[in-house]
């Protein structure tokens, strides 16, 4: 008999906003039948397609194109990991991001806008937003823009992580 985990179920956004959670051990059971839903929400996205789902630790970060990000919270009495079925608390950032990843309880997000310089010319404008997520209310914990591809500035962020041995850092990668 095959051991059921929290760690086995999958999250699915779509473009409609809409959130379904699936259990994929039933792959397990019978692959030739759908994967049961167990738990959907119209709600928590309405009408904008979902850019990103990420776990970190027992908790999951949704969020969409409006920048409408829903944190789902571990459920207080079991203390597993966060379902559709419980608890979130729900932020506004920007809308629009480029890019978005979570890292350690702490949101990375870019937006690009195109703006004219000192001289006049067009340019695209990097910004990266860092937010402490993990209170009541979102933290901003720094703010930081360059001119992409200008004078040996990066272009636009792609990827995160850290590395264990070095925490303090976060290591991005760039267009």
């Known amino acids: 008999m095959t051991e059921f985990t929290l760690d086995s179920y999958l999250w699915v956004g779509c473009n409609s906003g809409a959130l379904f959670e699936f259990d994929s051990e039933s792959l397990y059971r019978n692959p030739r039948l759908p ?36 944190i789902w919270l571990p459920s207080p009495r079991s203390g597993t ?39 006049g010319k067009k340019v ?22 360059w001119e992409e591809n200008a004078d040996g500035h990066p272009g636009q962020v792609t990827s995160a992580c850290v590395v264990p041995a070095h925490r303090e850092f976060v290591f991005m990668g760039h267009e």
């Open 35 to 70: 994967l049961p839903i167990i738990a959907h929400r119209h709600d928590a996205h309405p009408h904008s397609p979902v850019v990103l789902i990420k776990r970190v630790s027992s908790f999951m970060y949704t969020l969409d194109e409006s920048g409408r990000l829903v």
């Open 124 to 145: 695209s404008l990097s910004v990266l937003e860092v937010l402490d997520v993990t209170g009541q209310q979102p933290k901003m914990l720094g703010e930081y823009e």
């Open 81 to 119: 990991m966060a379902s559709l079925h419980g608890y979130s608390k729900v932020l506004q950032v920007q809308n629009r991001p480029t890019w978005v990843d979570v890292l350690d309880g702490i949101v990375y997000i870019t937006y690009r806008f195109h703006v004219k310089n000192k001289a």
